[in-house]
Structures are given as structure tokens and as C-alpha cells.
């Protein structure tokens, strides 16, 4: 009885054989975000992330007309709160987006078969924070620049009594970029 | 946490705006005009050609009223930062059968901005040794096209054709001769943020 006894305490006292340890459990290493954002518009998209701190993701975009965004993120700090560093390609195409560009951009109505669908790229580097857990579900807000180029079809109308026949335009700008993003991980 | 992220983006706007980095551009490659048709007088036409030949001058101006053509906004902020310049003149005939340039032996293509403004050269055309029916005359820009931006800022862009006729003898010398006329340019405008939130 007594050497059962000493048998027990000693194997109670002694390591846990290396085998035995509690493990980690992995990181899940692919998500589903939904993000909304200038110039980005409204992105869903499909992440994979090898390791913690690095996510690419590729989605579906919609704004005036169809789009797609491609992104890598990083976010160095494992923690509930973690800074972000972002780099991303976005393109829209052109759509029946004509009537909303004249109007944005308040071209006069007489102008306006001047100027049709119109289709933009865009590339932007950004940082911001997110919020939440890695394991799952963060949001994060991000701000940066980007290089943004869109091609706007040119068109042919009568205006003020002169025939005016356009190419298309051409429109460039080093802009601010923003987004905010919810991005679930299972 | 937020109050620091704002504060990094502020300074990081407050940088790149004082550094006037971040900007728009906007671009027309090509447009092209097609005027109402244009009538020019020739001093002296309206008579038969005397034997020795008639030569003769004719000039006109026609008001290029691009402002309604083509958006404000290539036109507007710092004069450097706006470029129009010239790519191209057409004048051409359409009209009955034996209707003929051939008697333009010269024209001279000039712009002008408001009164007071000195003109400048756009573009010449010379018939030279080219025979037969000539139904369009194209003048080609100067090597060095001016940027006609501040003329239309500043109230407009007047077109003045001016030349040469020359008829051989005993032919019917027109009083005024007609002319469809298209022409061409080139639009770029760059504009900093700032220049765009203050609406300059």
C-alpha cells in the first residue's frame, strides 16, 4: 500500500512526457469578408491565410457595375488588437454606368452622349487596425493612397448646333483610399 | 487606440496634401468639332478672271464656342496645369459637281483669346504644284503647337482663316467661297486635391 502510494506521487510530480502536451490548435487558414470602401465599392471576398500573420484574398465586387478586388494583408501582432498593413488591385468593368458618371460629375445634359460607360482600376497600399480574433471574427478599418486610372468611352452628339465627336477620356488620380472590412475565419 | 489612428492619418494627409502629392487628371486625346458651314468674301470675285490670271486674298474668323462642347473642367485651375493645343483642320466641299478648292493656293490658320490678345499661328496650307479637283484642304499643326488654354479661360478662342486665291484667266471668279470646317484638339487638366476641395 505504501509503495503504491509513493508510486503514485511520484508519477503525479514527474514531467508530462513530450507527447502528452495540451496542442495549440492551428489557425484557421480560411475566411469569408465582407468589406465596404472607396474606391473598392462593395467586396465579397474569400481569404486564405497560411500563416497568422498573412492573408491574401480575392472577391467579387459590385458598385454601378461588375468588379473584382485582389488583396494581401498583413497583420503582424497575434493579439485582439493588431495593427494592419494592406496592398490591393481592384478593377471595375465598364457597365451601364454612364448615367451616374454624367451626373456625379455634373456634365450638362446636352454633353452627355459625349460620354459613356466608364471602367476603372485601381491600386492602393494602406494600414489600419483590426479588431477581434484571429481564430474568427475581426474588423478591421484601413486608410492609405491609391493610384486610381479610369477609361470613360468617348461618344458623338450635336451640341449647342456643332457636331462634336469625342475619344474616350482618360482620368488618373493619386487619391485617398479607405475601407472597412468584416472578415470571419472558420 | 482610435484617437492614435486618427492622429497618424491626419499627419499622414496633413504631409501628402502640403506636399501636393495627391492629384487628379483628366485627358481628351481627340475631339473634333464640325462647324456650321463657313462663308468667306473674297475681295474683288464676282467677275470673269482677266486674261492675265486674278490672285486675290480672302479672311474670316469663326468663334469656337468649346466651352459648351467640352466639360468645364478641363479648362479651369492654373494655367500650367491646363493644356489644349491644336491637332488638326479640315475644310471641305460636298456640294454639286465641279465644287473645287483648287483655286485656294494659301491659308493660314491663326487663334486669338480676348481683344488684346496676341494671336498665334496654328497651322499653314499651300496648294503648291497639286492640279485637278480639290475637295479638302487639311492643315497640319506648327512643330510647336501652342497651348490655347488661357485663351478660352479667358473669354474664348476666335479661329481666323486668311490666304490666297488664284484663278487662271477667263474663268468666273466666286464672290465668296463656302467651306465645311472640322477641327481637332487635344485637352489635358491636372489638379491637386487641395485645388479640387477649394473648387479652384
Redesign the interface.
Known amino acids: 500500500m505504501r509503495l503504491a502510494t509513493l508510486v503514485l506521487l511520484a508519477s503525479l510530480a514527474a514531467p508530462f512526457p513530450a507527447g502528452a502536451a495540451p496542442v495549440e490548435e492551428p489557425y484557421p487558414q480560411f475566411g469569408l469578408a465582407l468589406t465596404v470602401g472607396a474606391p473598392d465599392g462593395a467586396v465579397l471576398s474569400f481569404a486564405y491565410s497560411p500563416w497568422y500573420w498573412i492573408m491574401a484574398d480575392v472577391g467579387f465586387a459590385y458598385t454601378l457595375a461588375p468588379g473584382f478586388v485582389v488583396g494581401v494583408e498583413v497583420r503582424p501582432i497575434d493579439f485582439f ?1 493588431s495593427p494592419t498593413l494592406r496592398g490591393e488591385y481592384g478593377y471595375y468593368f465598364a457597365g451601364n454606368t454612364a448615367n451616374q458618371v454624367k451626373k456625379w ?1 455634373g ?2 445634359e ?2 452627355w452622349p ?1 460620354i459613356g460607360d466608364a471602367s476603372y482600376n485601381w491600386f492602393s497600399g494602406m ?3 483590426a479588431l477581434g480574433s484571429r481564430r474568427g471574427f475581426t474588423a478591421s ?1 484601413e ?1 492609405g ?1 491609391g493610384l486610381l486610372q479610369m477609361t470613360v468611352k ?1 461618344g458623338s452628339g450635336i ?18 483610399v479607405a475601407r472597412i472590412s468584416f472578415l470571419y475565419f472558420f | 487606440m482610435k484617437r492614435n489612428l486618427l492622429l497618424v492619418a491626419s499627419a499622414l494627409a496633413v504631409a501628402l496634401q502640403g506636399c501636393n502629392t495627391l492629384y487628379a487628371e483628366a485627358e481628351q486625346p481627340l475631339v473634333c468639332l464640325t462647324l456650321a458651314p463657313q462663308t468667306f468674301a473674297i475681295p474683288g470675285g464676282g467677275t470673269v478672271a482677266p486674261p492675265g490670271g486674278f490672285t486675290g486674298t480672302y479672311g474670316g474668323a469663326i468663334d469656337l464656342v468649346l466651352s459648351d462642347a467640352i466639360p468645364d473642367f478641363l479648362f479651369t485651375g492654373r494655367s500650367k496645369d491646363r493644356i489644349l493645343r491644336f491637332l488638326s483642320f479640315d475644310a471641305s466641299v460636298s456640294g454639286p459637281p465641279g465644287a473645287n478648292l483648287n483655286f485656294i493656293t494659301s491659308l493660314e490658320l491663326t487663334a486669338a483669346g480676348a481683344p488684346g490678345s496676341t494671336p498665334v499661328v496654328l497651322g499653314q496650307y499651300a496648294r503648291g504644284s497639286q492640279t485637278g479637283v480639290i475637295t479638302s484642304i487639311s492643315v497640319e499643326p506648327e512643330a510647336q503647337s501652342a497651348n490655347l488654354s488661357d485663351f478660352l479661360a479667358n473669354g474664348g478662342i476666335t479661329l481666323s482663316l486668311s490666304g490666297s486665291v488664284s484663278l487662271a484667266g477667263g474663268q468666273p471668279v466666286p464672290s465668296t467661297w463656302s467651306t465645311t470646317a472640322t477641327t481637332c484638339l487635344y485637352a489635358r487638366v491636372h489638379k491637386t486635391m487641395q485645388e479640387i476641395i477649394d473648387g479652384t
Open positions: 488588437v460629375a456634365v450638362p446636352d454633353q459625349l494600414v489600419g487596425i478599418i486608410g493612397v468617348g451640341v449647342s448646333g456643332i457636331q462634336v465627336t469625342t475619344a474616350d477620356w482618360k482620368f488618373q488620380s493619386l487619391m485617398p
